[in-house]
């Protein structure tokens, strides 16, 4: 079940690591769809709600360009969002 979430979670992180992405040929809605009857068989307890939303919006967002035939720079999106997160310390 662990190896079954941290595949999808790989999986979902594909388009991030490429400058452009052709979501019209993407495959990790059915590869994450097929690791799913694992992770609900085995889990102990529900993900928190923040990992599930997290998927599902991704999860739609990739279906939605792939109707679309989307190429998008998803790197750059990713480096626009989280290249200047700097982790605040606690006190």
């Known amino acids: 079940m662990v190896q079954a979430h941290l595949r999808s979670m790989e999986l979902?992180?594909?388009?991030?690591?490429q400058t452009t992405y052709d979501f019209a040929?993407?495959?990790?809605?059915?590869?994450?769809?097929?690791?799913?009857p694992v992770?609900?068989?085995?889990?102990?307890?529900?993900?928190p709600n923040e990992t599930y939303?997290?998927?599902?919006?991704?999860s739609?967002?990739?279906?939605?360009?792939?109707?679309?035939?989307?190429?998008v720079n998803c790197?750059?999106?990713w480096e626009d969002v989280v290249g200047n997160y700097k982790p605040t310390t606690g006190s």
């Open 53 to 58: 939303s997290l998927n599902r919006k991704l």
């Open 75 to 77: 790197r750059k999106i």
């Open 12 to 17: 979902l992180a594909e388009p991030f690591t």
């Open 39 to 47: 992770m609900l068989k085995h889990r102990l307890t529900p993900p």
């Open 60 to 71: 739609g967002s990739f279906l939605l360009c792939a109707k679309l035939g989307s190429k």
């Open 25 to 36: 040929h993407q495959s990790v809605t059915d590869e994450v769809r097929k690791l799913i």
